[in-house]
T-cell receptor, first 114, second 111 residues
């Protein structure tokens, strides 16, 4: 596709349930990033994938959060045993890679934990 | 991560130029300066980036101070569609070129 696609666009889940959020990056983009944005806040870095290198997971807030990127393309962010504080917009971005190139963001997944 | 400082909010009249400042006094020689903006209910959108020289594109201009400790994003004629939160971000190859977003400047455009 022409842009970064995220699904679902909205997700409401009960506290304690697991959720999976999907990101389809732009074809050929080797770098993929996950951020989250709580209401009225800036973006918080979660995880970064670059090619076949080990991902940088330094931003994941707890071990309930994990992410994988299959075949260097699609990425899934999984949140286990969701808590109300996990409610946020989860944004995915992809890039050709390197500081010379910017990110293209998806429209995000709005997660609400009730 | 190198930090940036921006005003929380600014206002501009429609069709007038807007100068959005950013301070980054701890910038290192290899850090690039990026600007993104986020319209309501959308993901951030790339605006412009530069290293040392001033940059122009169809969206905006980026003026970088000679010592690189500050920069200014210039919107030449503000429109209502430019109302957004503008983020000034430094990226470094030393940190995997991750973008650390601050709280940005919320720009209000007055008709």
């Amino acid at each position: 596709g022409a842009g970064v696609s995220q699904s679902p666009s909205n997700k409401v889940t009960e506290k304690g349930k697991d959720v999976e959020l999907r990101c389809d990056p732009i074809s050929g983009h080797t770098a993929l990033y996950w951020y989250r944005q709580s209401l009225g806040q800036g973006l918080e870095f979660l995880i970064y994938f670059q090619g076949n290198s080990a991902p940088d997971k330094s931003g994941l807030p707890s071990d309930r959060f994990s992410a994988e990127r299959t075949g260097g393309s699609v990425s899934t962010l999984t949140i286990q045993r969701t808590q109300q504080e996990d409610s946020a917009v989860y944004l995915c971005a992809s890039s050709i890679g390197g500081e010379l190139y910017g990110y293209t963001f998806g429209s995000g997944t709005r997660l609400t934990v009730v | 991560d190198a930090k940036t400082t921006q005003p929380n909010s600014m206002e501009s009249n429609e069709e007038e130029p807007v100068h959005l400042p950013c301070n980054h006094s701890t910038i290192s020689g290899t850090d690039y300066i990026h600007w993104y903006r986020q319209l309501p209910s959308q993901g951030p959108e790339y605006v412009i980036h530069g290293l040392t020289s001033n940059v122009n594109n169809r969206m905006a201009s980026l003026a970088i101070a000679e010592d690189r400790k500050s920069s200014t994003l210039i919107l030449h004629r503000a429109t209502l569609r430019d109302a957004a939160v503008y983020y000034c971000i430094l990226t470094s190859p030393n940190t995997g070129n991750q973008f650390y977003f601050g709280t940005g400047t919320s720009l209000t455009v007055i008709p």
